[in-house]
């Protein structure tokens, strides 16, 4: 069993900062990739940033420059620091963990930015 546990959301006016982190626990194998994900009511689950097995980044077009995705091997966790927040960021964050036995979804955090 895998378990992800996120923390670091919450409320923050627009131009302001948080972090997220996302620590995995149990049998972890062969980690592929970790991911931040995020769901707007009413909208579709979509991909913010991801960061692989070689620490290559992918970004959200709305994410590029002002998002940071990090990995810290150790302690299987990911991390996605977020600046310059936009009310368009509100959402619930969810991290996922791409590893060989297969694909684990953290319970997500709610990030809301108020204008």
């Known amino acids: 069993q895998v378990q992800l546990v996120e923390s670091g959301g919450g409320l923050v006016q627009a131009g302001g900062s948080l972090r997220l982190s996302c620590a995995a626990s149990?049998?972890?194998?062969?980690?592929?990739?970790m991911g931040w994900y995020r769901q707007a009511p009413g909208k579709e689950r979509e991909l913010v940033a991801l960061i692989d097995d070689g620490s290559i980044t992918r970004y959200a077009a709305s994410a590029k420059g002002r998002f940071t995705i990090s990995r810290d091997n150790a302690k299987n966790a990911v991390y996605l620091q977020m600046n310059n927040l936009r009310p368009e960021d509100t959402a619930a964050y969810y991290c996922?963990?791409?590893?060989?036995?297969?694909?684990?979804w953290g319970q997500g955090t709610q990030v809301t930015v108020s204008s």
């Open positions: 996922k963990f791409s590893l060989f036995q297969g694909d684990y």
């Open positions: 149990g049998s972890i194998n062969n980690i592929y990739s």
